[in-house]
């Protein structure tokens, strides 16, 4: 519990302008930052962007954020997670403009029930739709596929049970399933 606190505290100081908090608070969760930006540049061919800068641009964006309450640490890796998937789908958008560069971006997600390559643009679209119908899945997503966070840590976040994560991501998978193959 004194971790929570910590991280809460130090997460606290930061927003409040003090760097010192904010170097010790990313010193501290630098290890989970990694596993997430490698996990979403994983067979990542096409991109530019490696892990350092891709955390480097989340930490840089969520410095940006003011009045966020977090409740521990494993609110602000799925911050961290949904930024981060923000600046590739971005990075791929940047891409698919640039009328030399002609290869689909995809992200190969670490989690072992997900087998296929996914179009990242794709993927973006559907989780807007499915913020649309339910929010709580399309975070569920967001944290477990693009973030590749533990069903115990979104359960923490969104304050639901394990079992209830488990049911809404393999209903999610599913629809998802279905929707990128039409």
Known sequence: MSG???HKKLMAS?????RDAGDKLFAKIHRELRQIAAAKLAQEHSSSLSTGDLIN??????????ELEFMN???????????????????????????????KVT?????????????LTELDLLLD??????????DIVEMRF??????????VVLDISEATVNRRWAATRAWLHDRLSE
Do not use: Y
């Open 57 to 66: 641009e989340a930490v840089i964006k969520i410095s940006r954020l003011t």
């Open 107 to 119: 992200l190969i997600t670490n989690i072992a029930e997900w087998k296929e390559p996914v179009a």
């Open 129 to 138: 739709e499915l913020k649309e119908i339910d929010p709580q899945r399309a």
């Open 146 to 155: 693009f973030g590749g966070m533990s069903i115990a840590d979104i359960a």
């Open 14 to 18: 930061w927003q409040k302008g003090d």
């Open 73 to 103: 640490k494993a609110h602000i890796l799925a911050l961290a997670s949904r930024i981060m998937r923000q600046i590739l789908v971005d990075h791929a958008r940047a891409k698919g403009r640039d009328k030399r560069q002609h290869q």
């Open 4 to 6: 929570t606190l910590d």
